[in-house]
């Protein structure tokens, strides 16, 4: 099993920055692609970032040129630097870690989840 824990959210004026943090402990030698997910009030969970064990990344369209997703192997940790914030960037985000590297959107451990608010 691997445990993931979030940090990092709080509220940011439009235009703001945050960096959300993620500590993965337990059966570490098994994850493989880690990533971000973030889920507005009644929509669905998507996708904001992803990072392979080694420099592959992937980004939704809405959010390239202002996030960066980086990782830490020696450390356990996958950081989400997240600039020029927008009230539609508004989310619960989740950390996520596969244990199956074949696709950025299959995860297998989950966060409980960080509230990111940006304010108008």
């Known amino acids: 099993q691997v445990q993931l824990v979030e940090s990092g959210g709080g509220l940011v004026q439009a235009g703001g920055s945050l960096r959300l943090s993620c500590v993965a402990s337990?059966?570490?030698?098994?994850?493989?692609?880690m990533g971000w997910y973030r889920q507005a009030p009644g929509k669905q969970r998507e996708l904001v970032a992803a990072?392979?064990?080694?420099?592959?990344?992937k980004y939704a369209d809405s959010v390239k040129g202002r996030f960066t997703i980086a990782r830490d192997n020696a450390k356990n940790t996958v950081l989400l630097r997240m600039n020029s914030l927008k009230p539609e960037d508004t989310a619960v985000y989740y950390c996520?870690?596969?244990?199956?590297?074949?696709?950025?959107?299959?995860?297998?451990?989950w966060g409980q989840g960080t509230q990111v608010t940006v304010s108008s």
């Open positions: 996520s870690a596969a244990r199956d590297g074949s696709s950025w959107f299959r995860y297998d451990y």
């Open positions: 337990g059966s570490i030698s098994s994850i493989n692609t």
């Open positions: 990072i392979s064990t080694g420099t592959r990344t």
